[in-house]
């Protein structure tokens, strides 16, 4: 079902994109990426699970996890929550693990770029970085897997907190657009390489230069690219939680992340009664945007004793009539193909279940909000040193002030470098990007590395930043450690 | 643990109430108790009514120089500032709405308390739009001034 009329957000009628699925014609739209264009179109379920036959959808939504692989042209394998749909293309479930495929991978020769900073992810650490890195004369190739740039900004309608600096008061949305328009600014001045629907592969031998892989991906097909640079910022981001019970991988389980994908880039309503799991902020801020896209949200269930997010995004939801009950879990999701309802269970102050305390509740869709992990798989095959940081919701690289990880010239910013939120992601972009180009020799303009860091300080100054505050000791600690062990 | 922790629902005792005389000439409630990392009501403000100490201390709201322009009731990103002004049994409470249905001057629509209940009926006089922000002035019973926080239209 797509929405058509939403308060804040403006979905004008596409362009009709026909397509098939499993031989039979779908009308998408233009814009859309086929699992979003398959869900308008009721479409749930899009693979099986490899042990069982069990149905399963989407989980992340943002091209994080394996649940929304399928057979498209003949290619196996294609992630269809970030595969732009094009007209006329044949997409179709696997079989278990596909078969190898007859198609081209690797259509075209091979491609060398030369730059000076290569930035992995454009959301808005990478494009923070690659915008102050460029400004400063440093030439930048920017790469991302989807369509668009600004990664999960393009998605938050909602205002942001924070102060003048960070935009506080503009929705995530807006922001992603005036970075896009510095970005593509940039670019016009030939600055800046922007590569959208693209991954960077991995780290590869090389004399002097760094050496990475990337791949473009074009009508299914790929272009391999040779990039060689002398820095690199890993802004991958992070990737959605699971939660184990039974049933979690039935169609109608997503990520809010994926909810809030699918409502708010592509206009397609995720479910008609969704069950939220998680009442830190992006449980409520999901929940409250499910309501502006018209959904009804049944309850949201929340497993600590107190509410994890702000008081005032649970306010807007409670003055809307919609519960939010702490101490409370979901126990296990009902349903044989699809998501049709879910058993809550009520939990001590030690987080154990109470015997007897089970409800059942009608659903067609279940979000979990539990937390995010830092993507960081490509500093460790660059072989950066990482260490468990719970407060950073992972494996992370100890860094520097600078952004900097254990080897030089390699720099993280954002959530991959510990799970935070857009303001402080944006200012690290900012930090890792400046402090490059003066490594680089493009500015020397120390004042505003210092200015930044003190925003940054500020803004986790609050209780509320006592988690990310402890996770960044933490890792400044640890930095120390391994820097004075080399 | 305070109870709104637990709940998501502020009670009187969470804030600040004004006297009667500054209710009769409209002032800004802000619905923000915690620590958060916010600061844009303060600059919106013509008269410097709202400071705060820091970027994370709770915003305060001076009754005495707050005008209840309500140009703070749009900017908030958190949706929580709320402008009452009570005169006799009337009080008009402005509020902001981001919603497909968006109500016209004249309406009547249902009255929500802070719980999500209907208290009531209410009478829309003003609808001004900030941004994608609708800021809503809808008249009450003063009895109900402090309670309806919400409207479904």
């Known amino acids: 079902m797509r929405i058509r009329a939403h308060p804040i957000i403006d979905f004008k009628k596409r362009k009709e994109l026909p397509f098939y699925f499993q031989k039979k014609k779908i009308v998408g739209e233009e ?34 996890c394996s649940s929304c692989l399928m057979r498209v042209n003949g290619v196996p394998n294609v992630r269809t929550c970030i595969a732009p749909l094009k007209e006329g293309i044949q997409v179709e479930m696997q079989e278990k693990l596909a078969e190898l495929p007859n198609a081209e991978f690797f259509g075209e020769p091979k491609k060398t770029i030369d730059v000076d900073v290569l930035i992995v992810g454009a959301g808005p650490a990478g494009l923070c970085a690659a915008i102050e890195c460029a400004k400063q004369g440093v030439s930048v190739l920017i790469v991302d897997e989807n369509q668009r740039v600004g990664g999960q900004l393009i998605k ?39 590569m959208t629907d693209a991954t960077v592969i991995g780290c590869y031998e090389s004399d002097k230069k760094y050496r990475f892989g990337a791949v473009e991906r074009c009508d299914y097909k790929s272009i391999l690219y040779d990039v060689r640079c002398n820095a690199v910022i890993l802004a991958c981001g992070a990737m959605e939680n699971m939660l184990l019970f039974p049933g979690n991988d039935l169609p109608g389980v997503y990520g809010a992340g994926a909810v809030q994908t699918l409502m708010n880039v592509y206009g397609v309503m995720p479910g008609k009664r969704v069950l939220m799991v998680g009442a830190g902020n992006v449980g409520l801020i999901v929940s409250y945007q499910l309501l502006q896209a018209g959904s009804v949200v049944n309850r949201i269930v929340e497993a600590a004793p107190s509410i994890g997010g702000y008081n005032v995004h649970a306010a807007k939801l409670r003055r809307c009539g919609v519960l939010i009950q702490t ?51 490509l500093l460790s095959q660059i072989g950066v040193h990482l260490d468990y940081i719970p407060e950073a919701g992972g494996y992370v690289a100890p860094h520097d ?67 990310p505050r402890i996770a960044k000791e933490k890792i400044a600690k640890l930095a120390e450690v391994h820097h004075a062990s080399v | 643990m305070r ?5 998501g629902i502020l009670s009187i005792k969470d804030l600040k109430i004004p006297s009667k005389k500054q209710f009769e000439k409209g002032v800004a409630i802000l619905e923000c108790v915690q620590e958060i990392p916010c600061n844009p009501c303060v ?49 008009w409470i402005t509020l902001p ?13 249902q009255a929500l308390d802070r719980k999500g209940k209907v208290r009531g ?33």
């Not at chain 1, 720099?411 to 690290?428: F, K």
């Not at chain 2, 109870?3 to 709940?7: A, G, I, N, R, S």
């Not at chain 2, 013509?46 to 009754?63: G, R, W």
């Open chain 1, 327 to 377: 101490s409370h879990s979901i126990k296990e999701v009902c349903g044989e193909k699809k998501v049709e309802g879910a058993v809550l269970i009520r939990l001590d102050v030690n987080w154990k279940p109470i015997k007897d305390s089970e409800e059942y509740i009608k659903c067609d869709t279940i979000c979990l909000a539990v937390g995010l992990t830092p993507s960081t798989r």
């Open chain 2, 43 to 91: 600059d919106s403000c013509p008269v410097h009514a709202i400071s705060m100490k820091d970027i994370n201390a709770p915003p305060v709201n001076n009754f005495e120089k707050c005008i209840g322009c309500t140009k703070c009731v749009g900017v908030c990103p958190g949706l929580a500032i709320f402008v009452i002004k009570i005169k006799a049994n009337t009080a």
């Open chain 1, 156 to 194: 938050q309608t909602h205002k942001f907190f924070g102060s003048k600096q960070e935009r506080a008061g503009t929705r995530g949305i807006d922001i992603a657009k005036e970075l896009e328009d510095d970005l593509r600014k940039l670019e016009s001045e030939k600055k800046i390489t922007v």
């Open chain 2, 121 to 153: 009926k209410a009478l829309v006089k003003k609808v001004v739009k900030h941004g994608k922000t609708m800021v809503v002035t809808i008249e009450v019973n003063s009895s109900l001034a402090m309670s309806i926080r919400n409207i479904r239209v």
């Open chain 1, 31 to 64: 814009g859309d990426t086929i699992a979003s264009a398959l869900h308008a179109a009721g479409v749930r379920t899009l693979t099986t699970s490899l042990k069982y036959k069990s149905p399963r959808g989407f989980f992340c939504g943002i091209g994080k």
């Open chain 1, 401 to 467: 002030e600078s952004m900097q990880t254990s080897v030089k010239g390699v720099y993280v910013a954002g959530d991959a470098s510990g799970i935070e939120e857009a303001s402080t992601a944006m200012i690290e972009g900012k930090i890792a990007g400046l402090a490059a180009a003066i490594q680089l020799g493009g500015s020397r303009n120390k004042k505003l590395l210092v200015q930044y860091r003190e925003e940054l300080v500020q803004l986790r100054a609050g209780p509320f930043g006592e988690k």
């Open chain 2, 97 to 109: 709405y981001e919603f497909v249905t968006v109500p016209k001057v004249g309406d009547v629509v």
């Open chain 2, 3 to 7: 109870q709104y922790e637990k709940t």
